[in-house]
């Protein structure tokens, strides 16, 4: 495997020269209202260019982006950058933030630096583009940030900064960051020390939550207006409806608002308006998110959002102050905080319907609710909501049942092994399908075994998954990409059980040749 690290710096400084020489010839090539001579850009630009960049290629690509400006002479731009200082930072960093803040001063050269307006709507579109979980169009960052106007407004505050972010020329494809180290720059306030454009992400990820949920309160029963008990995938137009009556913003809000939630902190004046909005979430919205969720295809978000709901109450309830190297946990808050009663009844009812609701939204109001517990707080509260065309007389179980999710595998399990977040099932099939233990979904599907698999077991760290099959091999797998590292033999017979050691070091398997083998000749390079 080849590391840039270890590349001579020599080569490295070759290709950027190279780089830089065949962009800026191409860009002069395209710019014939301007007066450039052929030898543009000459040596000596280019070799200061390339000290600048220090090894840097991202720092290259941005002086390319920043020259190729069509509204601007390519010849100032690059004499802009040309007279920056010279960076004697290690690896660059101290010039890749001084050619972002050039760039940045540059772009807004014709507006009043004391202009709050101005630099307020840039911190609040450029710091949703550099704080949203995926990234966003145009019009669905208009969506989401009502109060920045149309996708017309957005493009106006994001036009001169094609140097470092990606912004189409429609208004549907989505705006993206060139490179990370521009947001580690923006949002590093010992490195960008420019308090115009210094982007705190606390403030931004709370600035979102609250867009994400004000934006749902659109959500509302069958908002995509489907038959009752249909099916999704028998829906041929359900793109078009999707995006019709849903639309990005408000799938983005429905499937990332608690993923901004956790990043908000757990003290300030914002908490009290968090948590009155949890609450509504809970008792106004919480089915038709739901609903969403299932026509989008994303359900299993719905346990984890719950999980990050519970993660983020609990740190409010008791906020943490520093003493000294002591913490000091306060009292309990409990105005506004979703009970466990809340959670925990939202986490069963998506588990214990998820596989019809998935298949069918409609599910929800016919089946779920109906047959919750009669203690349910859901059933209660969303007792409008429960279709008329069920009626539940006698036999409603008290509480939830301890089995909490059923999965059915088109073979029969043989083996079973969980490691976190992650379950292996061995089949005897011949292949092992591993499953999310949150959500119970099927994540993938390891096949390689000719027979039964006998049995699974995860190193410590759950990167690693070992498995013994009636085939009479032993296989070490790959748990993030699926692949089979290595395959052993020797066994005259069906092994029964293999198993890693906690330093990986060895593989030990047994099997009914009566026999116990150690295999340590593998390695995982």
Not at 49 to 57: Q, R, S, V, Y
Not at 244 to 259: H, I, M, P
Not at 339 to 348: C, V
Not at 436 to 453: L, M, N, Y
């Amino acid at each position: 495997m080849l590391k840039l690290h270890d590349v001579e710096r020599s080569s490295v400084d070759s290709d950027i020269k190279l780089f830089l020489r065949v962009r800026l010839t191409e860009i002069a090539k395209t710019r014939s209202d301007c007066d450039l001579t052929k030898d543009w850009p000459g040596s000596y630009d280019i070799n200061i260019l390339c000290k600048k960049a220090a090894g840097l290629f991202i720092y290259a690509s941005t002086v390319v982006n920043f020259v190729a400006s069509q509204h601007h002479l390519p010849t100032e731009r690059l004499s802009l950058i040309i007279s920056l200082p010279q960076s004697s930072a290690h690896e660059g960093k101290s010039g890749i933030d001084l050619l972002y803040i050039q760039v940045l001063e540059h772009a807004f050269r014709d507006g009043d630096s004391d202009d709050r307006e101005l630099y307020s709507r840039f911190k609040f579109v450029v710091g949703t583009v550099l704080s949203v979980f995926h990234p966003l169009s145009r019009k669905s960052l208009s969506d989401l940030l009502r109060n920045c106007g149309t996708p017309s407004h957005i493009s106006n505050t994001l036009r001169s900064l094609h140097s470092l972010l990606l912004v189409p020329d429609n208004k549907v494809d989505p705006v993206r960051i060139f490179h990370k180290s521009f947001p580690d720059f923006l949002t590093d306030p010992r490195r960008c020390k420019d308090e115009r454009f210094f982007v705190d992400p606390p403030i931004h990820h709370v600035n979102i939550l609250f867009s994400c949920l004000d934006l749902m309160k659109k959500l509302k029963k069958n908002i995509c207006n489907l038959d009752d008990y249909t099916i999704l995938s028998e829906v041929e137009d359900l793109p078009a409806r999707r995006a019709a009556c849903v639309g990005d913003a408000l799938e983005y809000s429905c499937r990332f608002w608690t993923k901004h939630l956790v990043k908000v902190p757990e003290t300030g004046p914002h908490v009290k308006r968090v948590q009155k909005a949890i609450h509504e979430f809970f008792t106004m919205r919480f089915l038709f998110w739901v609903e969403v969720l299932s026509i989008t295809g994303h359900l299993g978000v719905g346990l984890y959002a719950i999980n990050e709901i519970r993660q983020w109450s609990v740190s409010v309830s008791y906020p943490r102050s520093q003493f000294g190297t002591q913490h000091i946990f306060t009292h309990p808050t409990q105005a506004g905080v979703p009970t466990s009663k809340q959670t925990g009844d939202s986490q069963r009812l998506i588990l214990e319907y998820f596989d019809v609701i998935s298949e069918s939204p409609s599910h929800i109001y016919h089946s779920a609710l109906p047959f919750s517990p009669s203690s349910s707080w859901l059933r209660e509260c969303y007792k409008e909501e429960i279709s008329r065309e069920v009626r539940v007389v006698t036999g409603l179980p008290d509480e939830w049942d301890t089995c909490s999710r059923t999965i059915f595998f088109e073979g029969q399990p043989s083996a079973l092994a969980y490691n976190g977040d992650i379950i292996a099932v061995g089949l005897e099939s011949s292949d092992i399908v591993i499953l999310d233990a949150i959500t119970g979904s099927s994540a993938s599907v390891f096949s390689g075994h000719s027979d039964e698999v006998s049995s699974v077991s995860f190193s410590e760290d759950g990167a690693l998954l070992v498995s013994g099959s009636e085939d009479k091999t032993v296989k070490l797998w790959d748990v993030q990409t699926g692949g089979v590292v290595k395959t052993f033999s020797g066994h005259l017979s069906a092994v029964s059980s293999a198993s890693l050691s906690p330093d990986r070091t060895m593989i030990v398997s047994g099997s009914r040749d009566w026999t116990i083998v150690g295999h340590p000749d593998w390695k995982t390079a």
